[in-house]
């Protein structure tokens, strides 16, 4: 067996990774790795191979790819040494092993794709497809990613390219947000410093700066002082707030060096990147509670008035953290338990590899005469989850355009109907109608999506308590595949068949969908609706993929659908409304069964 310090120190690994505490965990099995070589033998090779295994794991959950990537190649280059010895002497193979042989390459092809490694990552799919063929069968989600690599490369190989990348990836049009690089830890303590990494980028992850600054009448340079990145603390339970205390920004050599300013907010490098070392100060509050349940607002300012660049980023919000106040002088006062179900959340958008939410403000301008005074909807949170559902979780520009559309136009379109989102992903345009009143909203996607949505769904049902009904008693997440037959739905599931208005939002994309997507537009139009009613689908597009206007082409010759586009930039965006700059590529057609031919 091996050395009691060294299985102490992997049991503690695992615990503090099944509590999400990551950077805790790899810091514990990096302890064990250093002795590898000192314990390795046939009674500890199991042991061995689950250290690099959970190691990987929390190296992912810290989005830390490469890392996870290295231990990953580690473990499967040990068991195909371990199993060739056991064979040559003639020992049973371990079943572990191939357990964890199947889930690392799983794992090890996800973290290559994330990293753009494209053909490496196919050739862990294809070895899945191969030798594990009756796995590879019946899940969805790897024929999905085998799919999705294989349009990368090719994609990668025909696209024109512009500075390296093909021109679709980075252009004027799109819509910047920031994000959070890395993982916050999940409890903070007062007068403790935590760094914050946080990139700006595109609906890709991109960053032009460049652009950046065309996009921009009145900064020629981005020099650090004209763009800075600010974070703002508030508590879930607002009348908690004044419990919080002053989040001070430490100066930016070193985090904990104990010199601080009053500065909420550091300068936006020129790579569009920027490092935050932060620490609470809780000096100027009196502790009446252990802890108090926080999130932490991540925007861009700027200090020229005159700019609209910095108000147009989309901000960014870590997950549900706790704040302790308790330091290494100071005793608890009162134990206090979590203000909100959000916090209760946290292990679900753990497990579905989020690591932060993106805060989507509705257009209330819109619709001040419906929600007059409720100020606690005028955002909702989504999370995305790229690293484990690819284009799947992610937020995409198209959805704002169709967001503001269907706003305009909720009497006609929401407020008493029943919507169906076709290929939902993160499920936030069918979460943006959720005060607008309607009859029900069926949200679908691939069963792999599916739990992402739900985790959102009960995310803005307990940070908008006004809405938790309508969230939960209206509001169905179901899965539905393309081109199969409209089946009556499950027991507790809702029946799309019945849905007056369809909506989708860059839904097109992969070949292999296009008559998939088409064979269902038809059969859920064309089916009967009640009386005096008519059925519309709404479908928001940006062209990516160089083979998507064969999907147009067979949807303008469909012969039972009538397709008209939407003129929507002259009236969809007021002035005030600088945004629409960054969307004006994005396409809206509304798709309706064609009136029948009358009688001869």
């Excluded at 805790?24 to 090779?45: H, K, P, T, Y």
């Excluded at 004027?172 to 007068?191: D, G, Y």
Aim: charged share 20%.
């Amino acid at each position: 067996m091996c050395d009691k310090v060294v299985e102490d120190a992997y049991k503690s690994g695992c615990a503090a990774l099944i509590a999400n505490r990551f950077e805790d965990a790899v810091a514990q099995f990096d302890s064990v790795a250093n002795r590898l070589e000192w314990f390795e033998s046939n009674d500890n090779i199991d042991v061995i191979l689950k250290i690099l295994s959970n190691r990987g794991l929390s190296h992912i959950k810290l989005r830390n790819d490469s890392a996870a990537i290295e231990d990953f190649t580690n473990l499967l280059d040990r068991i195909d040494i371990y199993r060739y010895l056991r064979r040559k002497d003639n020992i049973e193979v371990s079943s572990l092993w191939e357990e964890l042989e199947v889930k690392t390459l799983m794992r090890r092809a996800s973290c290559l794709e994330n990293i753009g490694e494209f053909q490496r990552a196919l050739i862990d799919l294809r070895t899945l497809q191969t030798e594990h063929t009756e796995l590879f069968r019946k899940s969805t989600a790897l024929q999905s990613q085998f799919v999705r690599v294989e349009h990368h490369i090719k994609d990668d190989a025909s696209a024109a390219k512009l500075d390296g990348r093909p021109g679709w990836m980075a252009h004027a049009h799109q819509s910047l947000r920031l994000s959070l690089i890395r993982s916050l830890p999940q409890r903070l303590t007062c007068f403790q410093p935590f760094t914050c990494r946080l990139a700006l980028g595109n609906e890709l992850g991109l960053f032009d700066r460049n652009l950046f600054l065309a996009l921009d009448s009145h900064s020629s340079t981005l020099n650090g002082v004209t763009y800075r990145v600010r974070c703002e603390p508030f508590a879930l339970d607002r009348q908690l707030q004044s419990l919080v205390p002053r989040l001070q920004v430490l100066c930016q050599d070193e985090p904990g060096n104990g010199d601080a300013t009053d500065a909420t907010s550091v300068p936006l490098g020129k790579d569009g990147k920027a490092v935050m070392h932060l620490m609470f100060n809780g000096d100027d509050v009196a502790p009446q509670v252990d802890h108090v349940d926080i999130l932490l607002r991540f925007s861009i300012s700027s200090t020229s008035e005159a700019s609209t660049k910095a108000q147009d980023v989309l901000p960014v919000i870590s997950i549900p953290l706790q704040l302790y106040m308790a330091t290494a002088t100071q005793q608890s006062i009162e134990p206090a338990p979590s203000a909100s179900t959000m916090i209760e959340l946290v292990a679900s958008i753990a497990e579905m590899r989020v690591n932060c939410l993106r805060p989507i403000t509705l257009p209330s301008f819109l619709i001040a005469e419906s929600v007059a005074g409720d100020s606690e909807v005028s955002e909702i949170l989504c999370g995305e989850s790229v690293g484990l559902l690819g284009i799947g979780g992610k937020i995409w520009d198209s959805t704002f355009v169709l967001i503001r559309y269907l706003y305009q136009n909720r009497l006609d379109l929401v407020s008493g109907k029943r919507i169906l989102e076709l290929g939902a992903g993160t499920g936030i345009t069918s979460l943006a109608l959720s005060r607008l009143q309607p009859a029900m909203v069926v949200c679908t996607d691939l069963e792999e999506v599916v739990p992402l949505i739900k985790v959102n769904v009960e995310l803005n049902a307990a940070w908008s308590p006004s809405l938790r009904s309508v969230l939960r008693n209206d509001y169905f997440v179901q899965p539905l595949s393309w081109g199969g037959e409209l089946l009556p739905p499950a027991v507790g599931g809702a029946d799309v068949r019945s849905c007056e208005v369809i909506i989708a939002s860059d839904v097109v994309y992969y070949p292999e969908g296009y008559e998939p997507l088409l064979t269902t537009l038809e059969s859920l139009l064309c089916l009967p609706c009640d009386a005096g009613l008519s059925k519309c689908c709404i479908l928001a597009h940006r062209h990516r993929h160089p083979e998507d206007h064969r999907f147009f082409s067979m949807l303008f010759a469909s012969l039972v659908l009538q397709v008209d586009e939407l003129m929507w930039r002259e009236t969809l965006f007021n002035a005030a409304v600088s945004t629409s700059q960054a969307l004006q590529d994005v396409r809206l057609f509304r798709i309706s069964a064609k009136a029948p031919l009358p009688e001869r």
